[in-house]
């Protein structure tokens, strides 16, 4: 039964729920500088009135997180079950979710803020298929823990809606946590006429009539997936949430947008400017009685000084633009801010325009980028792991229309499930072709491997493709031929199944 009394001010005043409150303002304030939005501002004019302009500014926090995303995780991401029912169960459910696609956008959010969950769930009115929710760091609450596994948390859902002439906000409330060894969802529901405030909590038939308050699943993890970056938080050792990309390089984006400011503003104050008379501003009657003026009144390159200035002197008032030591020291801080986040120097460079480009040479493997990435893959490898199982546990405890489980099949291990993570932008065709060549001829390597990997065939291709070159060589090359065939009545018949050995070889 719901109790009429229990009102929440904010998320962090539930019982269950234990975040630190400064944690919570960490991932706003950084959710504010992902979007953009920075505070005006404030400056005297000439006549020492005060004033606020909008503050111009470059948002390196989303290009970072972006950058990132984009070296860390592609669609060309292959990933193998051990077990084919499992394998193909699941293929069917990545495809229905457009996963790789939809992953590869929520990465650049995590980077930002710090943290990503996704659970799976059962979409009854879409016949019973699984699919994902997504939730960002600021709308993830862990519950009380001991230790720094999350296996509790809580995800809110906001809507609203008109009730009367009023807006109502609703909050509903997703608890997962541990009971005699079994998730349990709670899902409590609150409603308050203002948007900052989560309310008192309702029946959920306020929204929703098929919802129940508790559902209890059989798995042997949470349901829910948490991903972060590798980067430690240092900012609240304790926690067991992440640090965003931005959270250890204030300083920095803060140096970049008021230069970037300062520099916009130049700009724009830097435009010609003539001093003129202001008789030369006045219109005047030729000698039909028609008004004439010096000057178009819709320009604003001519300013009119009072005085004994002679109405014949135009004097240039432009002051020149520092556009060069503004760039260069943007590009300065850019390479603080590729430091602080751990990217290769040079990603990030503004051009003598003005305009701020990304880096789109090859990155090398012994690159700093190559390295970040490759410690970001080991949290990525284990929560697609992590959600792969916990995806076949809900199908397998979830009984369909047809009183059948959704799935079957074995539930596979971490080991047995294989994910490779495609590399091909820390490479060029000669980069790659030179390096498995290498390890071809070391003999570390088999040729068909090499083969699949620089061209980015499957390995049927590859076979195929040492066959042919091997009768050509067979055809064409009058010392490999004699090197294979010991005289010179073999005929083609001979030949042909000296290649066919080869080629099982």
Do not use: C, W
């Given at each position: 039964m719901v109790g009429n009394t229990e009102e929440l001010k904010s998320i962090l005043d539930h019982p269950k729920i234990d975040m630190n409150k400064k944690e919570h303002d960490r991932i706003q304030q950084s959710l504010k500088l992902y979007r953009g939005r920075h505070a005006k501002v404030v400056y005297f004019n000439s006549k020492r009135q005060r004033r606020e302009r909008d503050r111009k500014t470059i948002n390196m926090t989303k290009k970072v997180a972006n950058k990132l995303a984009s070296v860390t995780f592609n669609e060309k991401c292959k990933i193998d079950i051990s077990n084919d029912v499992a394998?193909?169960?699941?293929?069917?459910?990545?495809?229905?979710?457009?996963f790789y696609k939809t992953f590869r956008k929520y990465l650049e959010p995590m980077f930002a803020l710090g943290g990503l969950a996704v659970r799976p769930y059962v979409d009854?009115?879409?016949?019973?298929?699984?699919?994902?929710?997504w939730a960002l760091a600021d709308s993830f609450f862990p519950l009380a823990s001991t230790t720094g596994e999350i296996k509790g948390c809580a995800i809110p859902f906001r809507s609203s809606k008109m009730e009367g002439k009023t807006r109502i906000f609703y909050t509903l409330l997703e608890i997962h946590e541990w009971v005699d060894n079994k998730v349990q969802i709670t899902n409590e529901l609150y409603r308050s006429d203002k948007e900052n405030v989560i309310g008192k909590r309702v029946p959920l038939s306020y929204i929703r009539e098929d919802l129940s308050e508790t559902a209890t699943v059989n798995v042997s993890a949470p349901l829910f997936n948490y991903l972060k970056p590798a980067e430690f938080n240092n900012i609240n050792p304790?926690?067991?949430?992440?640090?965003g990309v931005a959270d250890n390089a204030w300083d920095t984006l803060e140096q970049i947008n008021e230069t970037y400011d300062q520099f916009f503003w130049e700009v724009k104050m830097g435009r010609r400017k003539i001093a003129v008379s202001d008789k030369m501003m006045k219109v005047t009657l030729d000698n039909?009685?028609?008004?004439?003026?010096?000057?178009?009144d819709d320009t604003d390159l001519f300013i009119a000084l009072k005085g004994e200035m002679d109405e014949t002197l135009l004097k240039d008032l432009t002051s020149d633009i520092r556009a060069e030591q503004y760039i260069a020291t943007i590009n300065k801080f850019f390479a603080i801010l590729e430091m602080e986040t751990g990217l290769s120097s040079g990603t990030f460079k503004m051009d003598d325009n003005g305009v701020v480009k990304t880096a789109t040479e090859v990155v090398s493997e012994d690159s700093e980028t190559f390295r970040t990435r490759a410690d970001q893959l080991i949290n990525v490898e284990d929560f697609?792991?992590?959600?792969?199982?916990?995806?076949?546990e809900l199908a397998a405890a979830t009984t369909g229309p047809d009183s059948k489980q959704l799935f079957t099949g074995n539930i596979p291990t971490y080991s047995e499930i294989d994910i490779n993570f495609d590399d091909g932008v820390?490479?060029?065709?000669?980069?790659?072709?030179?390096?498995?060549s290498k390890m071809v001829d070391a003999g570390l390597m088999p040729r068909n491997i090499a083969i699949q990997r620089v061209a980015e065939v499957t390995e049927d291709t590859a076979r195929e493709w040492q066959l042919m070159m091997r009768r050509e060589?067979?055809?064409f090359n009058p010392e490999y031929r004699q090197s294979i065939i010991p005289t010179a009545l073999f005929g083609r018949e001979q030949v042909r199944a000296i290649d066919e050995e080869l080629g099982d070889e």
């Open positions: 394998a193909g169960f699941m293929a069917q459910v990545f495809e229905q979710n457009d009854v009115a879409d016949g019973y298929k699984i699919k994902f929710s304790d926690s067991p949430l992440g640090v039909d009685g028609r008004p004439v003026q010096a000057f178009d697609l792991k992590g959600l792969i199982i916990s995806t076949l820390f490479t060029d065709k000669t980069t790659k072709l030179e390096h498995y060589q067979i055809q």
